[in-house]
């Protein structure tokens, strides 16, 4: 994994893919999977997850204030949707679901190697949790191995799909230069 | 088009897809493509948008409180681009990229006939707007003439994936039945 710029992690979390989050509460880590997810602003590391007191990480995310989130690809879908149906209050979900660990830089929460990006994150803003769920978080370093990959999505109604090929429409993109380059 | 039940709308914005966003200003139609989009909650029909001053159709729509979420296939991926990257201050784009209007039922921006999925909506909150660009919409009238078609997603750069054919995962989703039904 290469250190990424925190300029262009919107990129990762624009195309609305399923994602990882993992904690570190001082004694084990623990993971779930999310897709209520979405970049604020394209100009800094910061997008909203939607979490609530339903979620085992919610209370260590909040405690903590950081986590790693990790973009899988469709290799991982299987384990993607395992880890989102059994719960870190019984589950040691690293251990059960064969996730090798990396040290983070800035967190204690670890990187998992499996995943083409790893974004380590603080929270930066929790006040919109009560009215929405929201939790703003920003990317404090970012980890990619892979820039393109088939990302996971999910239908809401336990289908899910997996990208194409990505399709090259940069020629189009005449309003927008500063995204394509 | 048929109805489809406001309870499951999180459905269509959950998998991350490109949008269409239509306003009627009083005097004609507008659409931009956006991507900044997620599900608040999937028990209520929120969602939230990001969009700025920089987008001609920001002011109408807070002006109105009203606007069209429309959803493309992939047969509209070209279009797609293409409508982000002109502007409604000196284009009809209904009229450029011929575009069938069909009328709403509770808002008066146009449905888009071409799109599987046609959400009306109204906006709920927009008090996020100064610190995240944030507007919270919410459906209140919802059409579909398909539930599973080829969604597209920005991989903000402009590069873009269309969906795979739909992956069934229901019988591992055994902690969420009710997403399931």
Redesign the interface.
């Known amino acids: 994994m290469k250190e990424f710029p925190l300029s262009?992690v919107?990129?990762?979390i624009?195309?609305?893919?399923v994602i990882l989050l993992s904690t570190f509460n001082g004694q084990k880590n623990n993971v779930m999977t999310l897709?209520?997810?979405?970049?604020?602003?394209?100009s800094v590391p910061?997008f909203?997850v939607?979490m609530g007191a339903w979620d085992f990480s919610f209370d260590v995310l909040l405690s903590e204030r950081e986590c790693v989130v990790s973009i899988p690809a469709d290799d991982m879908?299987?384990k993607t949707?395992?880890i989102?149906?059994?719960?870190g209050a019984d589950t040691d979900k690293f251990d059960k679901f064969d996730l090798t660990t990396v040290k983070a830089a800035k967190v204690k929460a670890p990187l998992i190697k499996e995943c083409p990006v790893n974004l380590e994150c603080i929270i930066e803003?929790d006040s919109?949790l009560n009215?929405?769920?929201?939790i703003?978080l920003r990317v404090v370093k970012a980890w990619c191995s892979q820039e393109?990959f088939?990302?996971i999505?999910?239908?809401?109604?336990?289908?899910?799909?997996?990208?194409?090929?990505?399709?090259?429409?940069?020629s189009?993109?005449?309003?927008?230069p500063e995204?394509?380059s």
């Not at 897709?35 to 394209?42: E, H, K, P, T």
């Not at 989102?84 to 719960?87: L, S």
């Not at 009215?131 to 929201?134: A, G, K, P, S, T």
């Not at 999910?154 to 090259?168: E, R």
């Open positions: 262009k919107y990129r990762f624009e195309p609305g893919p897709s209520y997810c979405m970049v604020i602003d394209d910061l909203a939607s879908l299987e949707v395992d989102g149906n059994c719960t803003d919109l009215r929405y769920n929201l703003i393109h088939r990302k999505h999910h239908n809401g109604d336990g289908t899910f799909t997996v990208d194409s090929d990505p399709i090259d429409m940069k189009r993109m005449t309003r927008w995204y394509i």
